[in-house]
């Protein structure tokens, strides 16, 4: 079937295209690329812009690993693995460390990624000025003054109604001192991993056409006042059930049956690697 | 836990899928994407409208391919259109020179060029036909062609438009022909306040339920008017290309099917009033889908509070295939966000109760 479509399934034209946006992203770390996104065989919404910079990007000597949630086996993950793979052969693997390119939703791996590595983030809406202002021609004004005081005001209401900065995942940073970044809806247990990294951060966002980046040792800095500092997800005195890590980004799961409640690694192939060992 | 990041979801992700094939075969009889191409045209038109691919056969294979679902059916549209390689660009095409083969005006009862109903159900009640459960299709074709042999062929000359007269009245606005490059959505991200090149295919490219629910919306309250169709006009668009061995020639590639209308407005005029026109152009045979689209042509010429006044509001959310893409993403998992939310919900309570 796929012989009937051109290699990693765009025409060479719009993987340029792409390309050049990325290199453009990488230039101005944190600043929202507009592009031309194509329409894909996977929903809009569904990682299409994440996927758009991995086929264009994407070549025989590259090894993938696609994970959804941190799971390799999550539904949009095996997709997504499924569908690259089909239309450029590569191969595919579960483990951090041998990936070129890592896709992914929600999550930064466990292992900490090294220089030559990529990590694709699947951005559903990129606009963190977005929970204030829901106009993108007021955003990109904003964006252009560094007017960010309402941003700033919605987590000092948000300290006063209730005496915490509520907002859960996709976590504002600053890149840079310059930009205000939505680093996708990674937990904020993951932001830090975006600070002065040894690989390179692309994120897309197919249906809403904007591409943007991070490049490696880049200044990454979660929004916080500096009487209430940046505060991420608590696992205290709970520990992976499977593999007892306790320094994981942890999924709550609830047994139906017995009524109890347990936890496991979120990063499942991370979790199979400490046990292995 | 139907589909949890745990191992196994490979296996029973490609049994569902197999599943589908199953819901697929329903019966031995094949569905012969000649018939869906023949005895389906509006809703191959709706779907080669929505898609922005005028392909009669690849939307019927869609539409056979995802069990006649208009969306799913776009949706394969819109992907395989993006393997393609954009050849040319082709020359503007006026839809004055249209074949036509239906054309109202609701402003007046005699235009130049005259009225002609061609087909349409407006006319028909509504009643199910139950003769239809048993139809002899070849008996009815041939009785059709039959019919139309026996015609004495008639010429329709092209005509101008209705707004042309009210033109050269002064009642309507005559401006420049803007022969700006258009803003092609399909390559660019869409930056507000967008050019009216922009705004047109993407209403064109619309959800026909979308947009006819907000032109229906400023019809009857959250909006200004009542607008007249000036003229509605349905018939075929001859397409050429630029021969590149010499300018002055061009290829002829084919005919379109579109609808194209034109609804008139009142307009202030600084003391006095005018009319305003609003435009709209679809794919195949649609006409409340090109209606509304030139409702919301004009309506987004206008400043207000309303969302159909707002082209960020109208624009961004009527892509069948984003609008589908993004509802149906919240089905995937969300575990790990969703346990970020829950550790900030909880936090919030446990520092109140021990506070």
């Avoid at chain 1, 479509?5 to 993987?15: I, V």
């Avoid at chain 2, 054309?103 to 036909?129: C, E, N, V, W």
Wanted: aromatic share 8%.
């Amino acid at each position: 079937m796929m012989d009937k479509y051109n290699y990693a399934f765009l025409d060479e034209g719009s993987k340029r295209e792409i390309r050049r946006s990325v290199l453009k992203a990488v230039a101005i770390p944190g600043y929202q690329v507009p592009f031309g996104s194509r329409e894909l065989p996977i929903g809009r919404g569904w990682g299409t812009g994440g996927i758009q910079l991995t086929l264009s990007l994407i070549g025989p000597e590259d090894t993938l690993k696609v994970i959804d949630q941190g799971s390799d086996e999550s539904v949009n993950a095996v997709n997504i693995k499924k569908f690259v793979k089909m239309c450029t052969g590569v191969p595919c693997t579960t483990r951090t460390q041998e990936a070129t390119i890592i896709q992914t939703r929600h999550r930064i791996p466990e292992v900490p990624m090294t220089n030559g590595q990529i990590l694709v983030l699947q951005v559903p809406l990129p606009e963190p000025l977005r929970i204030v202002e829901p106009q993108e021609a007021v955003t990109k004004k904003m964006h252009a003054e560094s007017d960010y005081a309402p941003i700033w005001l919605q987590l000092y209401e948000s300290l006063i109604k209730y005496g915490k900065v509520t907002i859960s995942a996709e976590y504002p940073c600053l890149v840079e001192d310059r930009y205000i970044m939505n680093p996708s809806p990674i937990p904020k247990f993951d932001n830090s991993k975006l600070h002065d990294a040894e690989c390179l951060y692309l994120f897309g966002a197919g249906r809403e056409k904007k591409i943007y980046a991070i490049p490696p040792h880049t200044k990454v800095v979660s929004l916080a006042f500096d009487d209430v500092p940046f505060e991420k997800e608590s696992f205290r005195g709970k520990k992976c059930r499977l593999c007892g890590s306790t320094d994981t980004y942890l999924d709550e799961i609830f047994d139906s049956a017995t009524g109890e409640r347990y936890y496991q690694c979120s990063d499942t192939s991370y979790c199979k690697e400490v046990r292995s060992k | 836990m139907a589909y949890v990041a745990v191992s196994g979801g490979e296996e029973a992700i490609e049994a569902s899928i197999r599943l589908l094939s199953y819901y697929r075969s329903g019966t031995e009889k094949d569905l012969e994407l000649e018939v869906i191409q023949e005895k389906m045209s509006l809703l191959v038109d709706r779907v080669m409208s929505e898609a922005g691919l005028y392909s009669k056969t690849y939307a019927a294979l869609a539409l056979k391919q995802c069990e006649g679902s208009s969306d799913e059916a776009v949706f394969l549209l819109r992907a395989y259109r993006s393997t393609l390689k954009r050849s040319y660009d082709s020359l503007v095409a006026d839809t004055r020179d249209m074949r036509l083969v239906r054309r109202i005006s609701a402003a007046f009862k005699d235009i130049p060029g005259g009225q002609m109903l061609g087909a349409s159900y407006d006319y028909t009640h509504r009643l199910m036909d139950f003769d239809l459960q048993r139809e002899d299709a070849a008996a009815l074709c041939q009785k059709m062609h039959q019919t139309v042999a026996d015609q004495e062929p008639v010429e329709i000359a092209p005509c101008g438009r209705v707004s042309d007269e009210l033109k050269t009245e002064g009642l309507i606005d005559r401006f420049e022909q803007d022969n700006e490059e258009p803003y092609d959505v399909t390559q660019n991200l869409l930056e507000f306040p967008v050019p009216r090149s922009a705004r047109l295919q993407t209403l064109s490219r619309a959800d026909t339920g979308f947009i006819s629910g907000l032109a229906y919306s400023v019809l009857r309250g959250f909006g200004q008017v009542h607008p007249t169709v000036g003229e509605l006009r349905c018939g075929y668009v001859e397409i050429e290309v630029p021969y590149l061995e010499d300018a002055a020639e061009s290829l002829w590639i084919g005919e379109i099917l579109l609808t194209d209308v034109e609804v008139f407005n009142e307009a202030d005029d600084k003391d006095q009033l005018k009319l305003a026109c609003g435009y709209g152009a679809v794919m195949g045979r649609n006409e409340n889908k090109a209606i509304a689209m030139a409702v919301l042509d004009h309506e987004l010429d206008t400043t207000g509070d309303y969302p159909t006044q707002n082209d960020e509001f109208v624009l961004l959310h009527g892509d069948s295939l984003e609008m589908n893409g993004f509802i149906s993403h919240l089905k995937l998992p969300h575990y790990v966000t969703f346990q970020s939310k829950l550790d900030a919900v909880r936090k919030t309570r446990r520092e109140r109760h021990d506070g």
